[in-house]
């Protein structure tokens, strides 16, 4: 068994993660390997698409909840923080890499779920301690403003599952944080030390200062491009009202369509909690790599300071 620090706790794993730095902490989860699948009834809950054709559906069990990929298998996961792996048969070193990919995104996303923690889909930062995530469609520029913020000082949260403990002061967890990007960003972030990731067009960047702590949440941006037209600022955000902001943060959450019914009446007021104690900005940034540097300075400016102390609504 191998143990690893992630998402602020221990995994116990019978699999290494080369991705994952080892922990000599006291494991909150445990991923197994079983043989054969338990019998007895699984209701759908629902399905999403990780890639291609390629699917995941989401059943609820006495236990817990199965997440069933048409690619990697079946994973069992309860809220006490037990996680058994079913292969399907004849798996091989590819389909392992998946199944890791798979444990550190919807698996996890789902077992924080069933303990009442959300999850976002975002890249995430840590600016003087506070943290600061970045949600949106694929390709508005999440990876390249955390990775641009990170080269300017501030601490990588993660690069994808984003999980928020709830309470008065809502907190981020660390997740993996590794950053994946276009190689035209890391260009112009003049990125050192990046590596081939599986797809060619990106590079995988894994030195960058980490945060390995919650930090509280001090805001949440939606990030929306701003057209190229001179009378336009090159980047403002917009405080959202508490029911957009609550669409906002469900929209980019990580589990979406797996979670319908009653799942998803209890993430909906899970997800409103946060929205009335996080604000939630539409940030409206200028696709330029070249004035990447004014818009970090920019959000720096809004978070280096204490809350309430020269931010703007």
Known sequence: MHSYRVFGGTLESAFPFTELQASDQENEWNLAVGHEPPVGPLELVGEDIVFGETKVRSY???????????????????????????????ADDHLREG????????????????????????????????????MGPKGFGKSTIAAGLARGGARVLTDDTLPIVR??????????????????????????????????????????????????????????????????????????????????????S???????GPEATAHFHQMADVASRVPVYRLRIRRDLGRLDSAVEQLKGWHASPPGVGSVP
């Open 60 to 90: 609820r069990t006495a236990e817990g909840i199965s997440l069933i990929y048409d690619d990697t298998g079946r994973f069992d996961i309860t809220a006490s923080g037990q996680i058994v792996w079913y292969a399907p048969d004849g």
């Open 99 to 134: 199944m890791r990919a798979d444990v550190l995104g919807r698996v996890m996303a789902m077992l924080f779920h069933l303990q009442g923690v959300p999850s976002l889909h975002a890249s995430a930062v840590s600016i003087g301690g506070e943290g600061v995530s970045f």
């Open 167 to 252: 309470g008065a002061a809502p907190r981020l967890r660390p997740g993996v944080t590794r950053i994946r990007l276009l190689r035209d960003s890391a260009t112009a972030i003049e990125l050192e030390g990046a590596h081939e990731g599986a797809d060619d067009r990106k590079l995988i960047a894994s030195h960058f200062e980490e945060e390995v702590t919650s930090v509280r949440f001090a805001a949440a941006y939606l990030l929306s491009p701003a057209p190229a037209d001179p009378s336009v600022p090159e980047i403002e955000r917009e405080l959202l009202p508490a029911p957009l902001a609550t669409m906002a943060l469900i929209e980019q």
């Open 254 to 260: 990580k589990l979406g369509s797996l979670l319908r």
